[in-house]
């Protein structure tokens, strides 16, 4: 349990150069926001839906970063500032993954079951952008910001603007 | 009234694949934000402008969606997810919209008196779809997912990207 | 102190053509939020991080704005709804600029020390709009809704979609 805070928290510093203490990333979404996912996704394990979707809906108010507590999330995720972020379902996310806020992993109400992207390890996507449907993000892409993505990328690209 | 909290729980769950229960649908951003705006809605058209305005703000730091007490909403409209929301004060919208989060039916600031969009029936609006100014959106298109609108759309057309 | 809620009620009534009295502008996200910043402002000047950083998220949890306690604003400054607005820490903006919601002046993840936009006098910047560097936005510039601007903009221009 105490690993698990210290390895957040170490995370959080790395990743942001405009913390300036530990405490900081006390106050920071992204770590209020992992802990109620874990909670969360716990619940959506064990079939407690209401319950789950309970707590992601009380990290969104508090955060502004909106995780389904079905998502699948690799290790070293993290999401910076947040605001407006919106991943959903069945979406499912590898290791050492980067988003930043306004980011959505959406569907486009074409697919039933599997509706959500997933996102390979070592991606990073910019600030805004949209990637819809079961689609795959290949390893180690980079999705610029703003960019709209709507079908699969191929590992080690980097993607700006309109992908269909 | 009970009949208008019933006919919002059926829409609610026939729009979304992710809800498991009625009771989930009592923590949907959307629920809540649209009983708020009913109210200041009609405050709004009453002249209680301050009070409409606390309401709709009240509304809006608990689910992220901005709808202006002004606004014009039809039936069957539907908001998913909902976080960066925004609905300027003279926008109408007609029956069986659905709009994704982060949508903005704002201004340009060149317009005075109706500043802001005309939803016709039956029209879809992807995440992050800005629609600007007095114009109107026909009868049954789709804006795709982070399109920018700035002039009107006829009937049954799909908008992506700049829209000019 | 007096003058300062004066200068910033006058402020933000003229700028938006939806506000109907002085009271309203008192449930304005952006009154709100810039009083927040002032004094997270003054306790980064001082080094007091922490503090600074914990009245800045409070801030961006009642208004959806996210000014980090380190960025440089002018006078005049305005921003119109705010929904997921972040304005990064070596951010520096002049006087008379106004920003939509949705806009981010952010990091590219490259640069180290100045990471943020400089944002000269006179500049509009439109919904969702990102602008990402330490690059110069020249005076009176009008950056359009939705635009990724990834390099500086020479004073006057209109920018519109993808520059970089």
Redesign the interface.
């Known amino acids: 349990m105490i690993k698990f805070f210290k390895d957040l928290i170490r995370l959080i510093r790395s990743k942001d ?2 913390i ?2 530990n ?2 990333v006390l ?1 920071y ?1 992204f770590f209020k926001v992992y802990i109620y996912y874990k909670i969360a996704h716990f619940l959506y394990l064990h079939k407690f ?2 319950l789950a ?2 707590i992601s ?1 009380k990290a ?3 955060t ?1 970063i ?1 995780i ?1 507590p ?1 998502a699948t999330i690799g290790k070293n995720f993290f999401i910076d ?1 947040g ?2 972020v ?1 991943i ?2 069945t979406a499912i996310i590898g290791d050492n993954v980067m988003i ?3 980011v ?1 992993l ?2 486009t109400g074409k697919e ?1 079951i599997k ?1 959500h992207p997933t996102i390979k390890d070592n991606v990073v996507i ?3 952008a ?1 990637v ?1 449907g079961n689609i795959v993000i290949g390893e180690g892409v980079t999705i ?3 960019a ?1 993505v709507l079908k699969s990328v191929a590992p080690k690209k980097v993607v ?3 992908y ?1």
């Open positions: 150069p405009a300036h203490s405490l900081e106050v979404p839906y209401f979707r309970l809906e969104k108010k508090r502004g909106e389904h079905g500032h605001m407006g919106v959903g379902e930043y806020h306004g959505t959406g569907g039933k509706r910019g600030a805004g949209i819809l610029g910001a703003g709209i700006v603007g309109l269909k």
